[in-house]
């Protein structure tokens, strides 16, 4: 660790329970964050889980259910990381 956490540049949804978050620290994180499933906020359904938007400070996302997770959770359960394609 010892570093800063790296900003949300852009999120999406590939598939229920799964995000793919790009940051900027030039990585893609792709993770799956049904381990959460059981939070009562968390989206229940498709439908819900592709409403979600990076929070203003770029640090979380959030849900219109009102389900949030931090930069650093999405980094520490990414199964998958590859070089972003977006820039900061």
Same mark, same amino acid.
């Given at each position: ?6 900003? *949300?540049?852009g999120?999406s949804t590939?598939?229920?329970? @799964?995000v793919?978050?790009?940051? !900027?620290?030039?990585?893609c994180? =792709? /993770?799956?964050? !049904?381990?959460? /499933? @059981?939070? =009562? ?5 498709e439908?819900?889980?592709v409403?979600?938007t990076?929070?203003? /400070? ?5 849900? !219109? !259910?009102?389900f949030?997770?931090?930069a650093?959770?999405? *980094?520490?359960l990414?199964? @998958?990381?590859e070089?972003?394609?977006?820039t900061?």
């Amino acid at each position: 660790m010892g570093g800063t956490t790296p900003l *949300i540049l852009g999120v999406s949804t590939p598939a229920y329970g @799964r995000v793919s978050m790009d940051a !900027s620290d030039g990585r893609c994180y =792709h /993770a799956d964050l !049904s381990t959460f /499933a @059981r939070v =009562h906020c968390y989206p229940k359904t498709e439908e819900e889980w592709v409403r979600v938007t990076p929070d203003a /400070a770029g640090l979380a996302l959030v849900w !219109s !259910s009102r389900f949030e997770v931090h930069a650093d959770q999405v *980094i520490a359960l990414a199964d @998958r990381v590859e070089p972003s394609r977006r820039t900061a």
